[in-house]
């Protein structure tokens, strides 16, 4: 079984600032991880993933995040906020399974940028 | 090129109607899901084809949801009997390959909002 839990529903950054979201995750298994963002009426683009390769990863639209297994963590960072970045963002996790590889989500994060 | 297309965007159904949603995947991807994401929540696995077997329905929440992918391309997830609890927005996604690849991006579409009065 997996889960991820994302803390903090919300999240408020001013311009310029640095975008912190949260995630952990548990698998029994190695897993593999994203984030996903989606911005009001659209569907989900991928920011980026973890695939067992450089724990540090570097994704779209300048996010990274770092894969911690001893923290079970997966947390997506940007240096410095724009006001185009505000939208929900979801961590999500899988592995590999005969039957297919359905990702599991976290809740979200919703990230407000104030001018 | 085109990404994952579905339709309608917005559906309005009455409590007890029957409603179908379709998908168009990415040409040549493999592998089908279809998730179901309540307002304010994480999207939530539902089922998954790879080509046109139906290779986990787990995530189906009652036996009044069934989908379909009989040419192994476009899918259909048909809710019968709706209720006010169907309501949400179901998301369909494409992925080139199947089996075991974890590491494989799913491409997602705009999604289906439903609303059940």
């Known amino acids: 079984a997996q889960s991820v839990t994302q803390l903090g529903s919300h999240v408020s950054v001013s311009e310029g600032a640095l975008v912190l979201l949260r995630c952990n995750y548990s698998?029994?298994?190695?897993?593999?991880l994203f984030w996903y963002v989606q911005y009001p009426n659209q569907g989900l683009q991928l920011l980026l993933k973890y695939t067992s390769a450089a724990t540090l990863v570097k994704g779209i639209n300048g996010f990274e995040a770092e894969f911690k297994k001893s923290e079970t963590s997966f947390h997506l960072t940007k240096p410095s906020a724009h006001m185009s970045d505000a939208a929900e963002y979801f961590c999500a996790v899988t592995t590999n399974n005969n039957a297919g590889n359905m990702l599991t989500f976290g809740g979200g994060t919703r990230l407000m940028v104030k001018p | 090129g085109a990404g994952v297309s579905q339709s309608p965007r917005y559906k309005v159904a009455k409590r007890g109607q029957d409603v179908a949603l379709r998908c168009d995947p990415i040409?040549?991807?493999?592998?089908l899901f279809w998730y179901q994401q309540a307002l304010g929540q994480g999207p939530e696995f539902l089922t998954y084809f790879q080509n046109e077997a139906q290779l986990d329905k787990s995530g189906l929440p009652s036996d009044r949801f069934f989908a379909e992918r009989p040419e192994g391309s476009v899918s259909t997830l048909k809710i019968q009997r709706t209720q006010q609890e169907d309501s949400a927005v179901y998301l369909c996604?494409?992925?080139?390959?199947?089996?075991?690849?974890?590491?494989?991006?799913?491409?997602f579409g705009p999604g289906t909002r439903l609303t059940v009065l």
């Open positions: 040409s040549g991807h493999v592998s």
């Open positions: 698998s029994s298994v190695p897993p593999y």
């Open positions: 996604a494409s992925s080139l390959v199947g089996g075991l690849a974890g590491t494989d991006t799913q491409y």
